[in-house]
Nanobody, 117 residues
């Protein structure tokens, strides 16, 4: 079992920055990857960024709309972070972290990000 707790959301103006944190506890040694998802009003939840375990080093993914602005990182305990720069109003939504764990996954409770013009 894994427990995830997100923090770091808030309200910022366009062009601002936020750093989201996802603190993982429990059987974190069995986590194979972490992702940040976003649920925007009226839209489906989408994968924004992910980082997975690789013997040759971490492998990262970003959705096109955040490339060059967001950076995902993690530490050895799978605490995972999302640095978000040059935020845009379309980045508004609830951000959830997700942990891939064997054949299942776990979700955090989400943190709200609101970007105004």
């Amino acid at each position: 079992q894994v427990r995830l707790v997100e923090s770091g959301g808030g309200s910022v103006q366009a062009g601002g920055s936020l750093r989201l944190s996802c603190l993982a506890s429990g059987d974190t040694n069995a986590i194979s990857g972490m992702g940040w998802y976003r649920q925007s009003p009226g839209k489906q939840r989408e994968l924004v960024a992910s980082i997975t375990r690789r013997f040759s080093g971490p492998n990262t993914y970003y959705v096109d709309s955040v490339k060059g602005r967001f950076t995902i990182s993690r530490d050895n305990a799978w605490n995972t972070y999302l640095q978000m720069n040059n935020l845009k109003p379309e980045d508004t939504g609830v951000y959830y972290c997700n942990a891939a764990y064997y054949t299942t996954d776990f979700w955090g409770q989400g943190t709200q990000v609101t970007v105004s013009e």
